[in-house]
């Protein structure tokens, strides 16, 4: 959804945390597999960065990696589930306890301000924020933008990136991978034919170097956005569905 939750429009100054969580069914992190996914993730918010620049949209993001210290990764204390894909309640008991460890009891959004202030990203004077756990298994990740009418927890907005590590093990192309589950979060949907929301099938099998349709095909830099991307996320006023539907002379339907 446009405009909602803690990663509302992607514009001005944001502050992104990555946590490295390792689980029981998975390879612990090691330094090397985390360094390596922390310069992807770098690339992924500069290639963002560049992206808002030539839509006119001024963009900045701090980000940092936690648990800091001896510590490569928490521990989640259970076996997530890759195939519990929402934000609800299996994810969220695994998320708050490894909050939990990081700044004290209390579930993510609970500690929110607490948890961005330790890791150098106070959220005073940010535009918005977002929170990627970091899981290391090669499986499809997640990113969970809140949906009006769901529980106000969900409110902090989250996502969770699965990557095995490793120059052959880890994810292929994983900085555009990043780029893809950030964009979820303030409001961009998939462009795929094959998981598109309804109505929008024109867009998803027109642009396959669109970010927003398989982000894994080539380098982050041989990828774009489209104009419907771009207005999901605050960077074109102009909704481009709403053009297209008054062309074909459908009536006019804002995008939410």
Known sequence: MRNLGSAATLVGDQRILFIFVNDNGASPWTYEFRRSVEIHATRSLRWLENLAALNSKSLHFKCAFAPTGASVGCEAGCLIDENDYCAGPGHSTWQNAVITGLVGWGTVAQRWNELFNQYGLPLVYADGAALFFVVRRCVPSIAFPYQEGEHDEFRMERGIIYD?????????????????????????????????????????????????????????????????????????????????????????????
């Open 164 to 256: 095995f590590g490793g120059i052959i093990e880890g994810q292929q192309h994983l900085d555009s991978h990043i780029a893809h589950e950030i964009l979820h979060l303030y409001g961009a949907v998939d462009l795929n034919p094959k998981k598109s929301p309804h109505g929008l099938y024109r867009y998803a099998s027109q642009d396959y170097n669109e970010v927003m349709h398989t982000p894994t095909q080539h380098e982050i830099d041989g990828y774009h956005i489209s104009k419907l991307t771009a207005y999901l996320v605050g960077w074109q006023d102009c909704n481009p569905l709403v053009d297209d539907r008054q062309k074909d002379g459908e009536v006019s339907r804002p995008v939410s």
